[in-house]
């Protein structure tokens, strides 16, 4: 799919997802310069802001003219915590896993690496790069659920979490192949099928089954919460990690915090039969407290660009970026700098 | 109910069970009798080995004398992971979780304390000195699910979490009784409120609603995986953290991770009404690959029989066992010693 130009979305959202933002898209146009491709702009506004001055969370026109682009970056979105004006919630399911769960992003794709000297709250981290692939369009995400005599002492409330053979399987499939692209090849299952048997059994069922399309990726499997213990206590044992929608948000928030913080972060919402645009954003939200300072650091929104490229083909370019990340990182000493002044070092260093 | 003699149920269980829960005895048995407090048990025979004799989890007739008991003390169950004999999870559901639901033990309590040198993988843990109330009867525990089409491409699972307004409440407002009891007087709720919208809603109106009534604590929010990163970044701001059974059982074995291993980790799994016997064990599992070879750590076996003691009444003799591990486990440094050393000395220390 490496073409001369790239067709890109851009939703910049709210709080620092616009200077998050500007300093990706900068890295962005001068990686792909260098590789002589055109970098094609359309800027979205979605997100709180919008909503409060419009009240749409994600019309149909734009869901459709977002399917029309090759790939789509995206900030973060989100009010401030005690904004009341915003029904909690409502951007975050009406809009960002609307986009999701519209654009079939099954693989939602977060890389977890510990830069050099980037500061990990353990002791003795060691070497830890693995990466999860989380399920991104089913599970307890499906929003299937409800209220009985909701506000009343009789209430119940219900969540659904849904799960087909369909949707596990393509993504189980996507998490060995990735393995199988690796270094060390190995998959660990995170589930709680001792509790969660029904959806438990046929995650596990499918790992077992397709584990036989990759002899030369071994695979174990962990209880989620015997996952959160390895991951303070000895998180070099991952590789790649397969896990259904909401482990995987519990789990890359804790593995971001180990390998020096949300900051960092990166990830990908992917659409692997490449039906609609993938979606590329960094894990942190939209941080209202420190918005509109020039303080966010933008490392994450730049390692989702990384991410973008390399899905649309252009692999050295994603390579060059992601390189001149890690010298960046590795340079850093705590003193503070401006969201732009990251942004310039890291274009700089391409 | 501080009777002058204690009608306990013993269930020593598979594994390390056997092992840590003698040493639990040992140390109950002469913190009761300082107290002149006569100590009853009954031993019962239940577990994946039992099972496998006889094919029996938790009979009836059990369950009904096990009711007839002050309390329960709980060592650990389940085979080696490689055990095929045994279905995965039946020894976990049918009887540990079939316990903690048939007798309504709605508290799970789980303190997390970091004790002086013990070691935690956190680089700077600080202060760690909270306890997670984790609901312990309804949620994605209570095996409300399916599987339709099971085995074939056109397979969907379901789970559903059940939340009540009965079953929120009730452990939402021993949260802020607990709360309201120590120096900080805060609870934080985790939920993840903006995906799981109706359960989410039901806890966090709750939480609104029980505050009311606690008008000395203060309380706020955090999403669960926002919670795993608090947890390794700044676990000193947890108080009191009140959550569902899932989210629970996963932040509660990241924070026995953050304060040292889970053998230190003692839980209780409450009936507050009192309408049957609670049950007290380890949070850490039957660890087959050790049992046998006096190598477990008994610490949260005999944290928990504090617990006992304390939910029973006997205050001072709870709190004697509480300092006698504190003193042991501040000497610890690194070098082995069997299970029985371990409970001798703490023994030793009452
Ligand atoms: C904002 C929220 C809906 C989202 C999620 O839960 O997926 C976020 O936490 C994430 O991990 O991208
Ligand atoms: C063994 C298992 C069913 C149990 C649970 O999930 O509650 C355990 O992990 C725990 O935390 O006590």
Redesign the interface.
């Known amino acids: 799919m490496s073409t001369s130009s790239i067709d890109l979305a851009v939703i910049p959202g709210d709080g620092i997802g616009p200077e998050v933002i500007a300093e990706a898209v900068k890295v962005l146009e001068k990686a792909v310069a260098a590789e002589g491709v055109e970098l094609k702009q359309t800027h979205y506004k979605l997100g709180a802001e919008h909503w409060l001055a419009t009240g749409e969370t994600l019309p149909d026109e734009v869901l459709a003219d977002l399917r029309t682009r090759d790939a789509i970056l995206f900030g973060a979105v989100g009010a401030a915590p005690g904004d009341t004006r915003i029904p909690?919630?409502i951007i975050?399911?009406e809009m960002l896993?609307k986009l999701r769960f519209s654009l079939d992003h099954y693989v939602n794709l977060r890389p977890s690496r510990l830069y050099g000297t980037v500061g990990?709250?353990?002791?003795?981290p060691g070497t830890i790069d693995f990466i999860v692939v989380r399920e991104g369009t089913e599970g307890?995400?499906v929003?299937n659920?409800?209220?009985l005599?909701?506000?009343?002492?009789?209430?119940?409330?219900?969540?659904?979490?849904?799960?087909?053979?369909?949707g596990v399987?393509r993504v189980v499939r996507d998490a060995f192949r990735r393995a199988s692209a690796r270094e060390r090849k190995h998959v660990t299952l995170v589930h709680?099928?001792?509790?969660?048997?029904?959806?438990?059994?046929?995650w596990k069922?499918t790992v077992e089954a397709v584990a036989q399309e990759f002899p030369e990726v071994t695979h174990d499997y962990l209880h989620?919460?015997?996952a959160?213990?390895f991951?303070?206590?000895d998180p070099s044992r991952f590789d790649v990690i397969v896990t259904d929608n909401?482990f995987g948000?519990?789990?890359?928030?804790?593995a971001?915090?180990?390998t020096g913080?949300?900051g960092l972060a990166a990830s990908g919402n992917i659409n692997m039969d490449r039906t609609a645009p993938s979606m590329f954003e960094p894990v942190h939200g939209s941080a209202p407290d420190i918005a509109g300072q020039g303080k966010a650091d933008p490392t994450a929104a730049i390692l989702s660009a990384a991410l973008l490229l390399d899905h649309l083909g252009y692999a050295e370019a994603a390579r060059k970026i992601e390189a001149a990340v890690v010298a960046d990182v590795e340079k850093r000493d705590g003193t503070a700098r401006s969201t732009t002044a990251v942004g310039d070092a890291i274009a700089a260093g391409l």
Chains 1, 2 share one sequence.
């Not at 990990?120 to 003795?124: C, M, Q, R, T, Y």
């Open positions: 909690s919630g975050e399911r896993l990990s709250p353990l002791a003795n307890p995400y929003g659920g409800g209220s005599r909701a506000g009343t002492p009789h209430e119940v409330a219900t969540e659904v979490s849904l799960n087909t053979a369909h399987e709680k099928h001792n509790v969660l048997v029904f959806a438990g059994h046929l069922r989620v919460d015997a959160t213990i991951m303070v206590t909401l948000d519990i789990l890359t928030d804790l971001a915090a180990i913080g949300i």
